[in-house]
């Protein structure tokens, strides 16, 4: 039986094969392939993800005991301003969209490529300078800027530090995020296969239609907000500074009617990608697909009116922090619908618990702790109490990291066999999952304790009641990082020099899995047509699951 | 739509995809200067005697003269998309010419504008402006950054054309590419270019095994498919330059018409 089928599939060079004529790292940097541009997004953002790691780890290590321990709090300023910039604007905004979408949105809906795959290497190309301008703040003129990853004015226009060059980093990594949606949109509405009506198209491929959408109609505004930070400080216009008779307040909604909306280019397609993990491994379909594709949109667009919550003590009106309290708790909707989904997929499923899905199942735990505290910050009493502390932190971090993060390193495992080619030993991916389960929440629970009782964000040094959550956070830490090295280490080892991956290891029912390991330059030798739904288990496929 | 999608990715061609995607692009400028529009409409509000005095005091007819060149220019962009679709370079070529002027003219227009304004000393931060009331000074901080922004739009869409000009001017066209299995039965054969009177005019060594690939280049010469490629950017390049035109509509009454 193996042996017909490997008869059938013709053995065909795989895309790191085909150079397109370039040799050594220019092949990869010249290269339009979309499964190249997001390899090397993937490999770029992973550096940065572990050099914001060690930063924050430095951070935590600051905080161990009372006073200053490692460093000034200038220096913890800027050091928080880092992480915050390298996180957000370098790992997590572009993140799964520019990684795995580029590589699997092809894949999955049945094109050879994007629809702009020259455009599509331009926004890389707009990345790394964005790395560079990020790279020349940190290292020249007046040192890095130590204003929060927010910039927020008027301190944004008057430090010394190199806010303008940081800025105009984010300038230009907003720009390579519009593209990326960009061609995705019109990539969706193109190129899907015969066959494929948007119903049919994998969920993955909906959550980045939604994040397309947000990151097209959002990232403009970022756009002109930082445009005007540097405005301001080169020439001075006026517009934040209230000496001049601007407002600093209208800075915070201009970057949050961005930066909001951006939570959502963060999270949505990490939902995207459980969705698709939980089909695979419960081995039966999606239930409710169209209520899971419906609540993207719904998130992507009452997210886009939701941006006051940030500002509850700015000193905006009454009337709009009502206003804005109520639209919050109705993002909570659609996103409870997805959860409630997403079990009831589960329920009576055939459940076989390999490393993606213990990593992404962890989404559901996490994420939810991260939503339900986000609805204490929601709501305006008790966001007056906590706003600014370490609670607002360790929200943010449940949600992003236990959330995002957690999914990327699901998809990592997921999809990395069928990207490399190779298979990595699953039993230290437990262990790995293990550490950072339990690092994790070591680390962020510390931090809603120390937040409700007072403890504020951004601060180097801490009152000595707040120590001894203090030194646990920290402990923690250490048990995140050894988790999240122990995986890296595994996957590194397992990519490249471990077993040669099957066409699909998982049971995966997309057609990502119907093209070889890695697959080859072009994708598919014959475009296929579509007749099923995205996670149709075929009976016959069960039956011989029961027979083993 | 998408039972296209084999042919698309074939010849690497879809106009409506091209179109697709430049309007997305267009609806990201929209929002960008959207944010300038908002930042107008709220100090307007916050300070409408400054800023109506302020408005008083630009040259309104320069400002209409600009208008009324811009939307000539994009009169002349349309004729000049218009005209390539009819398959009629030189005329396409002439309008786009016409309207690059244009546009260079709004600019020179706009540098003696600016040029007045900062010889009397109203410039960000300047010692003269910042004696001013607080909303004069927002209202001219305004002026400069989204008439700044907008005249940077007008450059790059000039650089737009020059480009067009050379994709549609090129002569140069490849007709044919034989590659790979083809060649296999043209092994040991030659090529031969013949005169009308079936003379030999010229020809090729024998095809070995080393030939990789033939060409058939014909200079002076554009194929409908060249040309139908030239006709979407040039379709493409139209709608920038008319979002442009656009919000420069918006910005003319806002900045220079409220006080009348």
Not at chain 1, 88 to 108: D, M
């Amino acid at each position: 039986m193996a042996s017909s089928i490997a008869e059938k599939v013709p053995i065909k060079k795989s895309f790191y094969d085909e150079s397109g004529g370039h040799k050594g790292i220019l092949a990869w940097l010249l290269s339009t392939d979309h499964k190249r541009i997001g390899i090397m997004y993937l490999m770029s953002m992973l550096t940065f993800f572990l050099v914001a790691v060690f930063i924050g780890v430095f951070m935590r290590l600051e905080l161990i005991s009372p006073g200053e321990t490692l460093m000034s709090a200038h220096t913890y300023n800027a050091l928080f301003t880092l992480h915050g910039v390298l996180m957000i604007f370098f790992f997590i905004i572009p993140g799964i969209p520019a990684a795995f979408g580029n590589f699997f949105l092809p894949l999955q809906i049945g094109a050879k490529d994007v629809a702009f795959p020259r455009l599509n290497l331009l926004s890389y190309w707009l990345y790394l300078v964005g790395v560079v301008f990020a790279l020349l703040s940190l290292f020249t003129g007046p040192g890095p800027a130590d204003t929060g990853w927010t910039f927020y004015a008027p301190y944004s226009i008057r430090t010394n530090t190199n806010v303008t060059l940081a800025v105009f980093a984010a300038f230009i990594l907003g720009f390579s995020s519009i593209l990326t949606g960009l061609n995705f949109l019109t990539t969706i509405h193109r190129l899907r296969a015969p066959g494929m009506s948007f119903f049919k198209m994998p969920l993955f491929c909906w959550s980045l239609y939604a994040t397309g959408w947000i990151q097209i109609l959002a990232t403009p505004i970022l756009g002109i907000t930082v445009a005007l930070v540097i405005v301001e400080r080169l020439l001075g216009v006026g517009v934040f500074d209230p000496v001049k008779g601007g407002d600093p307040v209208l800075y915070q909604h201009l970057f949050w009617i961005y930066s909001h909306p951006a939570v959502y280019i963060m999270v949505l397609p990490a939902m995207g990608i459980l969705t698709e993990i939980i089909p695979t491994f419960a081995r039966r379909t999606i239930f409710g697909y169209k209520a899971i594709a419906f609540s993207s949109m719904a998130i992507a667009f009452v997210g886009y009116l939701v941006w006051g919550h940030h500002m509850f003590t700015s000193g905006i009106s009454d009337t709009s922090r009502m206003a804005f309290s109520f639209l919050t708790f109705l993002v909570a909707i659609p996103s409870a619908i997805k959860v409630f989904n997403w079990l009831a997929t589960l329920y009576k499923g055939s459940i076989d618990v390999q490393p993606p899905f213990l990593y992404g199942i962890s989404f559901i735990l996490l994420f939810s702790i991260g939503g339900l505290t986000g609805l204490v910050l929601g709501s305006l009493a008790t966001d007056i109490h906590v706003h600014d502390t370490y609670f607002v932190v360790a929200h943010f971090h449940y949600v992003m990291f236990g959330g995002t993060g957690f999914i990327f390193f699901a998809a990592l495992h997921y999809w990395g066999p069928k990207m490399f080619g190779r298979m990595y030993n699953i039993k230290i991916s437990y262990l790995a999952w293990i550490f950072m389960f339990i690092g994790f929440n070591t680390l962020y629970m510390s931090m809603f304790i120390l937040g409700y009782k007072g403890m504020p964000r951004r601060y180097y040094d801490a009152l000595p009641e707040f120590q001894d959550l203090h030194v646990i956070a920290t402990v923690g830490s250490w048990i995140l990082v050894v988790g999240l090295l122990i995986m890296f280490g595994n996957l590194w080892v397992g990519f490249r020099k471990g077993e040669k991956a099957p066409m699909n290891p998982w049971g995966g029912t997309t057609l990502e899995w119907t093209v070889p390991t890695p697959p080859p330059l072009e994708n598919f030798d014959k475009i296929p047509t579509v007749v099923h739904e995205p996670y149709y288990h075929a009976p016959s496929q069960e039956k011989s699951d029961g027979e083993k | 739509m998408s039972q296209s999608a084999d042919l698309i990715m074939e010849k690497h061609f879809d106009p409506v995809g091209a179109r697709v995607g430049m309007w997305l692009f267009l609806f990201t400028e929209l929002l960008l200067f959207g944010g300038l529009f908002l930042l107008y409409a709220i100090y307007l509000n916050k300070y409408p005697d400054e800023f109506h005095y302020a408005s008083s005091q630009l040259d309104q007819f320069v400002g209409a003269l600009n208008t009324i060149i811009l939307l000539t220019s994009s009169l002349t962009m349309v004729l000049s998309v218009g005209a390539l679709q009819r398959n009629s370079r030189n005329l396409s070529m002439l309008f786009l010419v016409v309207t690059f002027l244009l546009g260079a003219a709004f600019l020179v227009n706009k540098y003696f504008e600016w040029g007045a304004k900062i010889h009397h000393g109203i410039y960000p931060n300047s010692a003269e402006l910042l004696q001013h009331p607080q909303g004069e000074i927002i209202f001219y901080g305004l002026y400069y950054t989204m008439t700044g922004l907008h005249g940077l739009h007008v450059i790059v869409g000039m650089v737009i054309m020059l480009f067009l000009l050379v994709f549609i001017g090129r002569k140069r066209s490849t007709v044919m590419t034989m590659a790979h299995g083809n060649l296999e039965k043209l092994l040991g054969k030659s090529l031969s270019l013949t005169g009308p009177k079936n003379q030999k005019i010229w020809q090729s060594e024998p095809i070995s095994e080393e030939v990789q690939e033939i060409k058939l280049v014909v200079k002076g010469l554009i194929t409908q498919e060249k040309m139908n490629s030239n006709a979407v950017k040039l379709e493409n390049s139209g709608l920038y330059w008319h979002l442009v035109d656009i919000i420069w509509i918006f910005l003319f009454p806002l900045f220079y018409l409220i006080a009348i």
